[in-house]
Nanobody, 115 residues
Framework: QVQLVESGGGLVQPGGSLRLSCAAS????????MAWYRQAPGNQREVVAF???????NYADSVKGRFTISRDNAKNSVNLQMNSLKPEDTAVYYCAAARSDNTYWGQGTQVTVSS
């Protein structure tokens, strides 16, 4: 049974930082590409950051220079360091694992940026 469990969300003031973590089980983690998505109310789910099994990364333009995705294959985990947070970063953040035609999702964690 595949499980992706996110943690680290919460309420933070504009300009603050949060670190999201996603613990994976039930997959051969090091062969999966991993990603963080987010979905704000009334919006479609969008990709925020992507890290391939080989370690290369891509970011949405809106978060470049502020967010950093990383993976720890020894711990079967992927992290998202979010700095200089803005109110428009408020959303539910989802972890995803993808390989070939298989994509698995976590349950999501709420991030709220507000003063």
């Amino acid at each position: 049974q595949v499980q992706l469990v996110e943690s680290g969300g919460g309420l933070v003031q504009p300009g603050g930082s949060l670190r999201l973590s996603c613990a994976a089980s039930g997959i051969i983690f090091n062969i999966y590409h991993m990603a963080w998505y987010r979905q704000a109310p009334g919006n479609q789910r969008e990709v925020v950051a992507f890290i391939r099994s080989g370690g290369t990364t891509n970011y949405a333009d809106s978060v470049k220079g502020r967010f950093t995705i990383s993976r720890d294959n020894a711990k079967n985990s992927v992290n998202l360091q979010m700095n200089s947070l803005k109110p428009e970063d408020t959303a539910v953040y989802y972890c995803a694992a993808a390989r070939s035609d298989n994509t698995y999702w976590g349950q999501g964690t709420q991030v709220t940026v507000s003063s």
